[in-house]
C-alpha cells in the first residue's frame, strides 16, 4: 500500500469518526461509555446473561404469575 | 446465470452478511449500512421473509380447511404489519426532520427494515413452540423451566430490538442520546395506540413491529 492509499484510508477513516459527534450524556458519560462496549460487539452474550437474571428475578418476584405471562405470549404471534 | 440472477445473487450474499453483522456486530453493520452507497435492494429479502412469516402464520392460526379465512388472515397480517412499517418511518422521518436530523431517508428505511429481523426472530420462534409445545404452560417444575428459557429469550430478542433501534435513530438520523430520547418519548404513545388498534381488530396480540 502506498502512502497516497494510507492518506485516503485515513481520510476517510476521519470523516467517518467525526461524522457523529461523541456521545455524551453529562455526569454518567463514564458509565455509559463503559457499558456501551458490551452491547456493540456480540451483543447476544451480553443479552443472554441479563436476561436470564432478570427472568428468574421476575421469577422470584411474581412467582407462577411469570408462567402465565408466557401462556399469555405464546398465545400473541 | 442472467444478469437479474446475479444481481438477486450478489443482493442475497449481502443480506446475510448484514444480518450476521447484525447479531454479532451491529455496530459496525449500522454503521456500515448508513453509507450512501449501500444497496437498498437487499432490504427486498427481509420483506420476503415478512411476508413468508406471515403466510406461516396465517397457515398455524387458520389452518389449509378454509381457503377464505386464510386468505383474509394472510391479507389483515399483511395490512397490519405494512400500516406498522410505514407508520414508524414516517413518523422517524418526520421526527428527524423536527429534530434537525441529519440523515437520508433512504437510509433510515434500510435500517429500519434490519430492525425487523428481531421482530422475526421473535415470531417466527414463538409460532413454531405454538405448535410444538402449545400454550397454556403449567405450573409443574417443567412448565415453570420452559417459562424462564422462554421469558429469558424474549427479553434478550427485546434487548437486541432496542440496540438495532437506537444504532437506526444514531446513525441513520445522526441523533444524540438526548434526541433519541425525546424521539422514543413520541414514538412509545404511537406503538401503544397501534398496538390497541391491531388487539382490537384481532390482527396481531403483540405488535408486529
Known amino acids: 500500500m502506498n502512502t497516497k492509499q494510507t492518506y485516503q484510508l485515513l481520510l476517510t477513516k476521519m470523516y467517518e469518526v467525526s461524522e457523529l459527534p461523541p456521545q455524551k450524556v453529562g455526569p454518567f458519560t463514564h458509565l455509559y461509555k463503559t457499558l456501551v462496549p458490551y452491547f456493540k460487539f456480540s451483543p447476544w452474550r451480553s443479552a443472554t446473561l441479563l436476561a436470564s437474571l432478570a427472568s428468574i428475578f421476575l421469577y422470584f ?14 398465545f400473541g404471534f | 446465470m442472467s444478469k437479474i440472477g446475479i444481481r438477486a445473487l450478489r443482493l442475497f450474499i449481502l443480506f446475510g452478511r448484514n444480518t450476521i453483522g447484525c447479531i454479532n456486530s451491529p455496530y459496525t453493520t449500522y454503521r456500515a449500512l448508513a453509507k450512501d452507497t449501500v444497496s437498498s435492494g437487499q432490504i427486498i429479502y427481509i420483506l420476503l421473509a415478512v411476508i413468508g412469516y406471515f403466510t406461516f402464520a396465517s397457515l398455524v392460526r387458520t389452518g389449509i380447511r ?54 422475526l426472530v421473535w415470531f417466527f420462534v414463538t409460532s413454531v413452540f405454538y405448535l410444538v409445545l402449545p400454550p397454556p404452560r403449567t405450573l409443574s417444575p417443567w412448565g415453570k423451566l420452559y417459562s424462564l428459557i422462554y421469558i429469558s429469550f424474549s427479553m434478550a430478542v427485546l434487548l437486541w430490538k432496542f440496540i438495532l433501534y437506537y444504532l437506526t435513530l444514531r446513525f441513520g438520523l445522526k441523533f444524540d442520546l438526548g434526541r433519541i430520547g425525546i424521539v422514543t418519548v413520541v414514538l412509545v404513545p404511537a406503538v401503544v395506540f397501534y398496538s390497541i388498534i391491531m388487539y382490537r381488530y384481532g390482527i396481531f396480540r403483540i405488535p408486529f413491529i
Open chain 1, 61 to 74: 418476584l411474581f412467582g407462577s404469575a411469570v408462567v402465565k405471562l408466557v401462556s399469555l405470549l405464546q
Open chain 2, 66 to 119: 378454509n381457503p377464505y379465512l386464510l386468505t383474509v388472515k394472510f391479507n389483515t397480517l399483511v395490512i397490519g404489519g405494512t400500516v406498522g412499517f410505514v407508520g414508524i418511518i414516517t413518523l422517524l422521518a418526520l421526527l428527524g426532520k423536527l429534530l434537525g436530523g441529519k440523515g437520508q431517508f433512504r437510509n433510515l428505511v434500510i435500517l429500519w427494515s434490519y430492525t425487523l429481523i428481531p421482530t
